[in-house]
């Protein structure tokens, strides 16, 4: 069966990625590997095994103009949750600047921030 099991997230300083998600978001550092000249750092919630993000220094004009901006103006990616409130609390604690606070929808409670790249995150829990 196909799945998924990383996707990549450019950033412009791979240090503070790396402290942001570890510290703010709750996230592991799975592996973090100096390959010659290359990083290569993978993240993710230890609850969720088989699954990682690739943060990956932009290097070149083009991968730096996308830094913050892989989603255009729409969050890059979502992390779900039992419960939104009790997880907002948690990383604005941690530094985590929100757009706003949780409001509920039709189908849950949600609220958007951003990453230390600019990069919108959509934190969800469903009904």
């Not at 993000?53 to 932009?58: G, Q, S, T």
């Not at 892989?70 to 779900?80: E, R």
């Not at 949750?81 to 409670?109: A, I, K, L, S």
Request: charged share 25%; proline share 5%.
């Amino acid at each position: 069966m196909p799945s998924i099991p990383l996707f990549k997230v450019l950033v412009d300083d791979l240090d503070k990625a790396v402290a942001f998600y570890n510290n703010s978001l709750g996230m592991t550092v799975l592996e973090d590997q100096h390959l010659g000249d290359y990083r290569w750092v993978l993240v993710g919630y230890a609850e969720q095994p088989g699954f990682g993000i690739n943060l990956d220094l932009a290097r070149d004009d083009v991968e730096k103009a996308l830094v913050g901006r892989q989603a255009a103006d729409q969050p890059l990616f979502s992390i779900a949750t039992d419960n939104c409130h009790r997880d907002y609390e948690r990383m604005r604690v941690r530094g985590v600047e929100f757009e706003g606070e949780p409001e509920v929808q039709p189908w849950g409670t949600s609220v958007t921030f951003k990453d230390i790249a600019g990069n919108r995150i959509h934190l969800s829990q469903d009904t």
